[in-house]
């Protein structure tokens, strides 16, 4: 019998009826030197327990080969909470939506034969089984009952939102449970009668999802699971940006306050969605696009979700608010003050070098031939851009476009621009002459993210999944080039080129005097920056955000290099440095 125990309405911890307040924090969405900072301010709040996802996608980037160092070094992340006090929930997934790309399952799986993705399917079942044979092994020894802190773990994720399928929940609790984890599972799904209804499994505690009217959705497990602790396993303290959003979305402290009151009031456990939220650094953001005929929305590198832990680490009034509805009831709950970040401005940073896409692909990629485009997915590519190359007899008068695109398309003509074409996009009626010489065509594409909630994730394919085509006749005979961006070593840059007329790189240096938490003002119009290395992510001026979060630690006293790669318009031939986030 595990030391933890669901009965009577309560959760039982060496026997002792306790009452979780739990605030979420994802470690892939942290640098790992911060982890302690944000974790030890969960715990000053008088929080007692701290919630995180895995990210299947990342730990297997590609199949059969795993990573759990650094960033993902998710054993770590929990053993830091354990040594301040705190109890752990862990939710593995493997499906964890998240705003997370392809709510966390990998690429890959995409490629595969016969494979049904969130359902009772022997192909997707045996690739999870492969998932969990890696990382079991290493949740098993950090459960409470074998002296770690992991009180509880959930099967899958607000699965009655996507389907009713008992046989494939209950495989995935059937492989937990044969992996050797004895503390309580747990199901979680969308305060509504469907929603729990389809997700809910027999044997297995059900928990709930959603941002407002706690009491009423207590009230609605209740008739349907009387002896379940009532649970919040995510209350939304905020909400996710897209691009092209504006204004941003919040949530009012107060209002948040008074709902955390009534769910201490009524004995009920909660996990604040989300307590810090960090950021999507790199290519890892996610996308919405329910039905096929709603616009598809991808959303922003700022993962800060008006969280009560700013995404740079600052507290919030929301987070007092918290704190003293804790204090209030609980007058011995260990608490404190957070010291106010250091943030700091490293001015204007002149770009001293450039180089072009096309100037750079051999040496960043290596070209694969085939009939047609072959997507991201084909190229096994997690995240980034593609490159597309065919050369078109002339002389021409052409009609380009793409049936889809994922998720946007720079087209080119002998190296000029033609267009650019966003996904849901009518992209009929691109007009193109070529000369009697022939022509290159050249198209750069690249992914906002995939899909991670609804029907249709893992069918988002990125770069350009059916073809391109110029008078409804496809064009063949491509050369691919995969451009996940993760390794900039192999750049040779040539003298400052400011004035682009294609995607190009852009290099400068800034000296760093004291480390400190920054921001970089967005230097164009869509790209993408590096600051040592470090990809923070992607910028676009389609909101209301302006400024990319540069996390102290990958800051170094001395000379620091930033590299920005711009798609459309570099607005001057330097970035900037500010100690302000705008968001």
Known sequence: MSKVEFKERKIFIDGKATQIFSGAIHYFRVHPDLWRDRLEKLALCGFNCLETYMCWNLHEPHEGQFDFSGMLDFP???????????????????????????????????????????????????????????????????????????????????YGSYGHDNDYIGALRDMTLDAGIT??????DGAGLAYLQNGMLPGTAAMLTGGSRPLNGFELLKTLRPDDPPFYMEFWLGWYDHWKNNPRKSRDADDVARE????????ANVNMYMFHGGTNFGFTAGANKTRKD???TCDTTSYDYDAPITEWGDVTPKYRKLQETVKKYFPDAKTGTPEPVKRRSYGKIDFKESVTIFDALDQISTPVQSKSPLSMEQLDQSFGFVHYRTRIAGPHKGNLWAP????CADIFINGKKLATVFRDEKAEGIDF????????????????????????????????????????????????????????????????????????????????????????????????VWVNGFN????????????????????????????????E???????????????
């Open 536 to 567: 923070l992510g992607r910028y676009w001026r389609a909101g209301s955000a302006n400024t990319l979060y540069v996390p102290s630690p990958i800051l170094k006293k001395g000379k620091n290099e930033i590299i920005v790669f711009e798609t």
């Open 183 to 188: 503390v309580p599972l747990f199901t979680a």
């Open 404 to 407: 889809a695109v994922g998720d």
């Open 433 to 528: 002459t070529v000369p009697p010489e022939g022509a290159d065509i050249d198209v750069l594409v690249e992914s906002f993210g995939r899909i991670n909630y609804g029907y249709l994730t893992g069918k988002d394919r990125k770069g350009l999944p059916e073809g391109l085509l110029s008078w409804n006749a496809y064009l063949f005979d491509w050369q691919n080039r995969s451009l996940p961006m993760d390794n900039l070593d192999k750049l040779k840059f040539g003298p400052l080129k400011a004035n682009m007329e294609v995607p190009t790189f852009f290099k400068g240096e800034f000296e760093v005097d004291e480390i400190a938490e920054s921001f970089i003002k967005f230097p164009g119009v869509r790209g993408v």
């Open 294 to 296: 709603i616009d598809y």
């Open 569 to 583: 318009l570099l607005l001057a031939p330097y970035a900037e440095s500010v100690d302000t986030a705008i968001l």
């Open 76 to 158: 770590r992340f929990i053993r830091t909470a354990q040594e301040l006090g705190l109890y752990v929930i862990l939710r593995p997934g493997p499906y964890i939506c998240a705003e997370w790309d392809n709510g966390g399952l990998p690429h890959w799986l995409m490629n595969k034969e016969g494979i049904e993705f969130r359902r009772y399917n022997k192909v997707y079942l045996e690739s999870i089984q492969k998932y969990f044979d890696q990382i079991m092994p290493m949740i098993k020894p950090l459960q409470y009952d074998e002296g770690g802190p992991i009180i509880a773990m959930q099967i899958e994720n607000e």
């Open 260 to 267: 955390f009151d009534d769910i201490i009031r009524a004995g």
